[in-house]
DNA sequence: TTCATTGCAAAATTTTTGCATACGA
DNA sequence: TCGTATGCAAAAATTTTGCAATGAA
């Protein structure tokens, strides 16, 4: 925060960005508000979506989909190393894996295309071991 | 429609799906609703949000992410061959790639891990050649 | 001191639901 | 005929915004 353009680093975004690259979670701004508030009780959920914008132009947190159903904005720390998800559509459990074959992917699509690259998200649904016995059947 | 279940092909329907198969874009409710409604005056909003849920259920159209910004759910049809998406950030267009990798590293996924795969969803975010020229800078 | 940031409340946006009526099978 | 589907309006859910007050630099 400590940057060129007057943005401020008040205890709002300390808690915020702190909240969010302490969980291994991937987390939506009403679930990042409510753990912020244990640290801040008067954090409003509007300075959380203000914040999240502000810390995703920094390049610090990154806004992803897991999932076709999803429906909120999900967010994490973007210091983590490069992975991807999948999720388990009967238990719900979110996965994260790693691959060199979107990396391949990528270099082979900036060549072919002229694309210059930014952000990749690659996601899967199915079913995990444990669920895939039972659930053979429905979509 | 013609399935076990006791589901209805009303008009209302079938406008729907037309319009979503004969789009070679990628549509939100809003849209759909109305390119449908010149087919049908009448034909609801609400309408529209349910025969989604309908038809997604049937693996007749598939919901889809293509960049992170995306407020609003976005469909196409499921009929379309296996493709991926990329957007340029700087002139919104959304490009469709096809690419083996993916099924490559499914198999790979489901060997080591026993997940049995539904759906993959990957996107690439970026410029395309054109705007990668201007906008080297920024997010 | 100055202007970015906050809290609060109100609005905007997107999606869902209840219910009486209409209509496909 | 019977029960699913529709239209309408109202509610729910999620995100954004206006504005006066606050506080970081």
């Known amino acids: 925060m400590a940057h060129d353009s007057g943005l401020r680093l008040t205890p709002q975004r300390r808690v915020i960005l702190r909240v969010i690259e302490e969980s291994g979670d ?3 701004a009403e679930t990042i508000w409510k753990r912020a508030k244990e640290h801040d ?3 409003n ?9 502000v810390l995703k132009d920094m390049g610090l947190i990154d806004q ?14 973007a210091h983590k190393p490069e992975h991807y998800h999948f999720t388990c559509k009967a238990c719900g459990e979110v996965s994260e894996f790693q691959t060199g074959h979107i990396t391949e992917l ?17 996601c899967f649904e199915g079913y995990c071991a444990k669920c895939a016995e ?3 059947e429905s979509d």
Do not use: N, P
């Open 26 to 28: 991937h987390l939506d």
């Open 64 to 77: 992803r989909y897991f999932a076709r159903k999803h429906k909120r904005e999900i967010y994490e720390s």
């Open 41 to 43: 009780q008067k954090l």
């Open 45 to 53: 959920l509007a300075t959380v979506y203000r914040t999240l914008v």
């Open 134 to 136: 039972r659930c053979a």
């Open 106 to 122: 990528r270099a082979e699509l900036e060549t072919e295309f002229g694309w210059r690259m930014s952000h990749s998200c690659l």
